[in-house]
């Protein structure tokens, strides 16, 4: 009866260090999962902060584009008034040309009228 009693004894001494093993590793695994849980905290807390980044920046590209296509606007707006301030021109020139041909056609008439004369 002792013998079986000592073997049982042995017997849950052994099982006894068993779940410790066991428990300790469960202990460490857990805290490797915490570890990995806590990396993967750093890194996703790191890509919110860069899309954050990256969405102020759109923001602040798009306000830029607006910008810019007012630009645009007012740009492509005085370009065609220059332009038609051109044709204007361009048409004020020819009819100056026209008249000064006119007049020197008169000149024309008249010197030689007035030599003889």
């Known amino acids: 009866l002792q013998q079986q009693a000592e073997q049982t004894c042995r017997q849950l001494l052994r099982s006894q260090e068993e779940h410790e093993q066991l428990l300790q590793a469960a202990v460490e695994q857990a805290?490797?999962?915490?570890?990995?849980?806590?990396?993967?905290e750093a890194v996703l807390a790191e890509r919110a902060a860069q899309l954050r980044d990256a969405q102020a920046?759109?923001?602040?590209n798009k306000l830029l584009i607006e910008e810019l296509r007012g630009e645009n606007r007012r740009f492509a707006m005085a370009l065609q008034a220059a332009e038609l301030k051109h044709?204007?021109?361009?048409?004020?020139?020819?009819?100056?040309?026209?008249?000064?041909?006119?007049?020197?056609?008169l000149i024309g008439k008249i010197t030689p009228a007035s030599l003889s004369g």
């Open 31 to 40: 805290e490797g999962l915490e570890q990995s849980l806590r990396n993967a």
């Open 57 to 60: 920046q759109l923001s602040r």
């Open 87 to 105: 044709k204007s021109m361009e048409e004020k020139n020819q009819l100056l040309e026209e008249q000064a041909s006119a007049l020197k056609q």
